[in-house]
């Protein structure tokens, strides 16, 4: 298990323990995380996962690939510590990963 934060727009948080392996988003989805709506079921295909990696989070994730830069074009808010979801798969190098949701999702 991997301990994840989850932030709502709003600022509720929600600390979940996600099974290594799966993605950010599948967490959020499996613990009906509100703000993060993973439209095309993590295939890098719609921007809806998008959410904002807090507390210096960015340094331990693999860099973007192509696609996923792409993706962000269609994303609402973008910021420098802008990533999809999906495309953060977990393992216990991320324990106490934070992630926000943006206010909108498109």
């Known amino acids: 298990?991997?301990?994840?934060?989850y932030i709502e727009?709003?600022?509720?948080e929600h600390h979940v323990d996600v099974p290594a392996g799966l993605s950010v988003m599948d967490g959020?989805?499996?613990?009906t995380i509100p703000g993060i709506d993973g439209d095309c079921g993590g295939a890098c295909a719609c921007a809806t996962c998008h959410v904002y990696v807090?507390?210096?989070?960015?340094?331990?994730?693999?860099p973007m690939e192509e696609i996923e830069h792409e993706m962000l074009d269609?994303?609402?808010?973008?910021?420098e510590n802008s990533r999809l979801s999906c495309q953060i798969k977990l393992?216990?190098?991320?324990?106490?990963?934070v992630v926000k949701c943006p206010a909108r999702q498109y």
């Open 91 to 97: 393992d216990a190098s991320l324990e106490n990963l």
């Open 28 to 31: 959020a989805k499996r613990f």
């Open 1 to 5: 298990m991997v301990k994840v934060t």
């Open 74 to 79: 269609f994303a609402f808010d973008v910021q």
């Open 9 to 12: 727009a709003g600022g509720t």
């Open 54 to 62: 807090e507390d210096g989070g960015l340094q331990r994730l693999p």
